[in-house]
């Protein structure tokens, strides 16, 4: 079983509706969990960061965890061609967990048609 | 915001010759870097943790003799992969923390732009 679960779409969205990427995760203990875009060919950059069950939005992004169903969700409003992109999901691991490391997921491809 | 540099971008290299990666963080001290590695359609895997003036920690099934890591300052990390082979063709990545950093990682982990590493 993968350690952080994405579906690797692609997802394909019209622009202006909402996207919705899920990502599920396997330790339990986990405390920290991330949310980056990756542009072909870039490095990953931060979109939003999570850490209490609940909703956090910031601008079109709205972040949502239930650490009982060990489920992290984004979702896109507004969706824009220059959203498309692959977006992987992060997550940061319990206690013993290196400083600083994280357990990726493959990444789901959205992309947002005209 | 902090920057950390990344060289070169991209790189083809004939098999057996080795490849040195620089990772630069420009305007701040960074204790520990990250590298990763990221083959097509795939997540980033941590290859290993780097910590300045100590040995890398390297993660579960990678090669320490082959990736040679060295983090002789605070602002700079070196990768090398040595007699390089097509598969380990792939996109490097590394990321660096900030000296004084938040527990809480991710919002104080700043990525190089990658390198594509292709040998032929």
């Known amino acids: 079983q993968k350690e952080v679960e994405q579906n690797s779409g692609p997802l394909s969205v019209p622009e202006g509706a909402i996207a919705s990427l899920n990502c599920t995760y396997s330790d339990r203990g986990s405390q920290s969990f991330f949310w980056y875009r990756q542009y072909s060919g870039k490095s990953p950059e931060l979109i939003m960061s999570?850490?209490?069950?609940g909703d956090k939005e910031d601008g079109r992004f709205t972040a949502q965890l239930n650490k009982a169903s060990q489920y992290v969700s984004l979702l896109i409003r507004d969706s824009q061609p220059s959203d498309s992109a692959t977006y992987l999901c992060a997550v940061k691991g319990a206690g013993g967990t290196s400083y600083g490391k994280l357990t990726f997921g493959q990444g789901t491809i959205l992309t947002v048609h005209p | 915001g902090a920057v950390v540099s990344q060289h070169p971008s991209w790189v083809i290299c004939k098999s057996g010759t080795s490849v040195k990666i620089e990772c630069r963080s420009l305007d701040f001290q960074a204790t520990t870097m990250f590298w990763y590695r990221q083959f097509p359609k795939q997540s980033l895997m941590l290859m290993a943790t780097s910590n300045e003036g100590s040995k890398a920690t390297y993660e579960q099934g990678v090669e320490k003799d082959k990736f040679l890591i060295n983090h002789a300052s605070l602002t700079l990390s070196t990768l090398t992969v040595t007699s390089a082979h097509p598969e380990d063709s792939s996109f490097y990545i590394c990321?660096?923390?900030?000296?004084?950093?938040?527990?809480?990682?991710?919002?104080?982990?700043?990525f190089g732009s990658g390198t594509q590493l292709s040998v032929l």
């Open positions: 999570i850490y209490s069950n």
């Open positions: 990321s660096a923390t900030r000296v004084g950093a938040l527990s809480r990682t991710g919002e104080k982990l700043f």
